[in-house]
């Protein structure tokens, strides 16, 4: 925030305080309450506390017209012109002045510790801000005097980056998926409809399936010309000397 000296803040307002006349200082030991006629003040009055720029002032006025009995421009808290009496929080001593350079010091009291807190907060704040202002006007200062620092490319100037230890892809080590949802080729000389031809090219008729009523047979009249299809072999004598002779019938008995 700018400082602004034309401009005049309002950080407190008591409508109702007591002036004393004070006895010198007796020793270095501070002042005392006790030492004044508190049932006597020597005016009563509003007191005003303003800020113009880091000076605060303390401003006391009639209460009907406004009229302005004292002032005591503070640009110290605490220090030599606002200072606490030693045995009460209620009242404090001030340095007066009448703009000619001539200055005086008055007791000042208020009937409430409320006000009186208020009073000592109000001054506690207001240089408080003073103090941060001057310490951030300190730090500006230091940040232009300070040499700027350029971090801008110099021509001709470069940057390598190192990205660590990246291993690249083999793009030759990557294996194709097999096509026709993984099915393996058909074996050599097979067709695509799955039927193997012999080497003569001609297709095979497959041998004739024996039945029921060959292997059971109950005595049936068959044809003597009709080729066995016993699968259990030829069971003729032993002393037949003719392989070409027909199947006899019934040759399993059943008892």
Known sequence: ????????????VKPEVHVYRIPPRASNRGYRAADWKLDE???SGRMKITAKGKVAFIKLEDKNTGELFAQAPVDQYPGSVVEAVTDSSRY???????????????GLGF?????????NVALQDHF????????????????????????????GQTIKISLGNIKKKDAGGVKPRPVGGGLLPPPPGVK????QLPP??????????????????????????????????????????????????GWVQFS
């Open 1 to 12: 925030m700018a400082e602004d000296n034309s401009y005049e803040s309002m950080l407190c």
């Open 41 to 43: 003040p020597a005016w």
């Open 92 to 106: 404090f001593v001030i340095r007066i002045e009448d703009g000619n350079g001539r200055h005086a010091f008055i």
């Open 111 to 119: 009937a409430d510790r409320g006000d009186s807190f208020d009073f």
């Open 128 to 155: 408080k801000w003073v103090k941060q202002e001057g310490e951030l006007a300190k730090m500006e200062a230091s940040q232009t005097a300070a040499p700027k620092l350029d971090l801008s490319f110099k021509e």
């Open 192 to 195: 695509a409809g799955g039927i």
């Open 200 to 249: 003569g090219g001609q297709p095979t008729v497959a041998a004739a399936q024996p039945s029921a009523a060959a292997l059971l047979d109950f005595g049936s009249p068959t044809s003597a010309t009709q080729p066995s299809s016993d699968l259990w072999g030829d069971f003729t004598s032993a002393g037949s000397n003719s392989n070409n002779d027909a199947v006899k019938p």
